[in-house]
């Protein structure tokens, strides 16, 4: 089992950056992609972007060279680097993790077993 617990979300204005964070329970967290996803009001829970173990990356098309995903495995823990917010980035924001070996497209939210509360991201115009 894995636990994630996200932080770092909150309020921001257009233009304006933000770090979320996931840390995850357990002793094998390099084993396991890790990914972030989020959902409108209203939507679907749409792919951001997802990191191996190894540090491997993969982004959905729209948010390369704003977002960053990146992981500390010394400390269990994914970050999302969010720059240049636009206020259609308002949204739910949900770490997620699978292990590696069992992990179909790295894009597809019913692939990953495990899941965080959310936290949430409103950018204001």
């Known amino acids: 089992q894995v636990q994630l617990v996200e932080s770092g979300g909150g309020l921001v204005q257009a233009g304006g950056s933000m770090r979320l964070s996931c840390a995850a329970s357990?002793?094998?967290?390099?084993?396991?992609?890790m990914g972030w996803f989020r959902q409108a009001p209203g939507k679907e829970r749409d792919f951001v972007a997802a990191?191996?173990?190894?540090?491997?990356?993969y982004y959905v098309n729209s948010m390369k060279g704003r977002f960053t995903i990146s992981r500390d495995n010394t400390k269990n823990t994914v970050y999302l680097q969010m720059n240049s917010l636009k206020p259609e980035d308002t949204a739910v924001y949900y770490c997620?993790?699978?292990?590696?070996?069992?992990?179909?497209?790295?894009?597809?939210?019913?692939?990953?077993?495990?899941w965080g509360q959310g936290t949430q991201v409103t950018v204001s115009s």
């Open positions: 990191i191996r173990g190894s540090g491997d990356t």
């Open positions: 997620a993790a699978q292990y590696e070996g069992y992990l179909g497209l790295w894009s597809l939210a019913t692939d990953y077993a495990y």
């Open positions: 357990g002793r094998t967290f390099s084993t396991y992609v």
